[in-house]
């Protein structure tokens, strides 16, 4: 029952209704904005649907919130921005809130994309996920609307693979997307992103293309920490020259 549930405590939701007082989900939606202005009412049903949140149900249908509910899903969308935990994950460290255990958090400095659960040990490229993630969850994990992902594969920047699912690295590049819609940069604006990172995608294909190729398994296998590492060199490289290009912008 939700009435026996602990509810994380702290940010969006602490202390904004009064014990006992149950809210609507336009209610809910309006407490969590403060701290999250991307959640929308798909977000809070999806994560319903999921059962991380168990909201009471009026006799004619509609949802009713608690406050430990609102406090619950803050809690599911700050770990989600601030540390990157897939839903399962975030699923058991609230099971264990429930037991009344401590859930410790990784640091923000460590807090790469990682939805498996695993962590990287830090400096090295990051390998393909094999995780893949349907729409409903990569809509959930980015915070965007079902209008904002039609527009992000219209103009290419995403794409569902053959299953209709989505990788680690879609999720990853989803969110940027919404941080850079903050500041006003729409989908749009971003093609040119897409199309040089296709240009280096291109030129690392090329330099690994013979190691590929080669009668040797290890030879082969090589090949993919090759391109690895040289992904890692380029977005340096890429980073390192939009700095230049902007300092001497704004000098």
Known sequence: ?????????????????????????GAVLGQLRDEFPEVTISKIRFLESEGLVE?????????????????????????????????RVIREHLDALDRGERVP??????????????????????????????????LAATGADEAALDQW???????????????????????LIV????????????????????????????VVAPLRRHRNPQTRNHAEVTARELAALSVRLHAAMVQSALRVRLL
């Open 55 to 87: 909201p009471q149900r009026t006799p004619s249908g509609y949802r009713k919130f608690s406050c430990g509910d609102v406090e619950r899903l803050a809690y599911v969308l700050r770990v989600q921005r601030d540390h990157y935990l897939p839903l």
């Open 153 to 175: 594969e219209s103009y290419g920047l995403v794409e569902a693979g053959g299953d209709g699912g989505y990788d680690a690295e879609t999720v990853a590049i989803g969110r």
């Open 105 to 138: 958090l990784p640091a923000p400095s460590e807090s790469r994309e990682v939805l498996d659960g695993s962590a990287l040990p830090e400096g090295l490229p990051e390998a393909p996920q094999e995780l893949r993630v349907g729409r409903e969850e990569l």
């Open 1 to 25: 029952m939700p009435g026996t549930r602990r509810s994380p405590s702290g940010g969006a939701g602490n202390g904004t209704a009064a014990e006992g007082a149950l809210l609507s989900i």
């Open 179 to 206: 941080d850079l819609g903050r500041f006003g940069l729409e989908p749009r604006h971003l093609r040119a992103v897409k199309a040089a990172a296709d240009r280096e995608a291109g030129l690392v294909e090329q």
